[in-house]
């Protein structure tokens, strides 16, 4: 099979640029276009300079840039990721979405262009460490009782990130849910504050800590009567959601329309 070409959305920002270089250093991939948003001062600067992708222009043009591809990488922002899964399915392309903060109606139009033709993979973290977390969190969730066993999930992220809990947490939240058979939406508890009472039994309770530099820090407690079970995952470097994103644009170009999770890209789900 001919190599991959992909488009990188947000081309110069911290994931961008991570994701070009994984481009390049990654067998049956070649970095197609580099986009950025209109107005950007990143526009017509030049990126994927070594040998294999060639210069590559950034652009604001997002139809050109997808002219000839086959997939797009995308952890922009929810507004965009939308646009984007709409063309994905128009051209018929892979879509990987590591956008997080994704509302409803989002995913729902996000699912709608899977629906219609993109093969769309989509997850909170496109870590392969943190879905396999993901995997036991759900499997612990399922063997332990809920009334013996509150989960509590932590996360801490650098201070500049701008939506709480992080997908992550949410990710592994749903795993928890899904292990426990209930929507996470009617267990999640996100605030604490003031007198709250005794804890809900059943609850899926989370916890955000903002600060410095931190990629990413996670941590799922099944606190139980005398003990207590720890799940953590800690990122220091942004390449190991590059690498987990290429690996999902590879394994979708093979899959048929529709709507995958990186579960599963490593046959999890």
């Known amino acids: 099979m001919d190599e991959m070409r992909l488009v990188v959305m947000g081309a110069s920002g911290r994931m961008g640029r991570a994701l ?75 879509h990987v979405i590591g956008t997080t903060g994704c509302s409803a109606a989002d995913d729902e139009a996000i699912a709608a262009a899977a629906a219609a033709g993109a093969r769309i993979v989509k997850s ?6 943190v879905n396999l977390v993901a995997g036991l969190v759900k499997l612990a969730a399922r063997s332990l009782p809920a009334d013996a066993f509150d989960i509590e999930i932590l996360e801490m992220h650098h201070r500049h990130k701008v939506d709480a809990p992080s997908g992550t947490a949410l990710l592994l939240g749903t795993a928890a849910a899904e292990g426990r058979g209930v929507p996470l939406a009617e267990a999640s508890v996100r605030v604490r504050d003031g007198h709250t009472g005794a ?24 606190a139980g009567e005398g003990e207590r079970i720890e799940l953590s995952h800690r990122a220091d470097d942004r390449s190991i959601f590059a690498r987990g994103a290429l690996r999902a644009a590879l394994w979708a170009r093979s899959q048929a329309p529709g709507l995958y999770s990186m579960q599963d890209v490593l046959g999890l789900g």
């Open 20 to 94: 070009i270089a994984a481009i390049e250093e990654t067998t049956g991939l070649v970095l197609h276009a580099a986009v950025e948003r209109p107005g950007s001062p990143a526009v017509g600067a030049t990126v994927g300079a070594t040998v294999g992708s060639g210069a590559i222009e950034i652009t604001d043009r997002l139809d050109h840039a997808l002219d000839g591809a086959d997939g797009v990488v995308d952890f922009t922002a929810p507004a965009s990721s939308v646009a984007v899964a709409a063309l994905a399915a128009r051209l018929g392309l892979v």
């Open 124 to 129: 909170g973290n496109m870590s392969l460490g």
């Open 199 to 222: 804890r809900p039994q059943g609850a899926i309770g989370f916890a955000t800590l903002r600060g410095g530099s931190v990629v990413g820090d996670h941590q799922v407690i099944l």
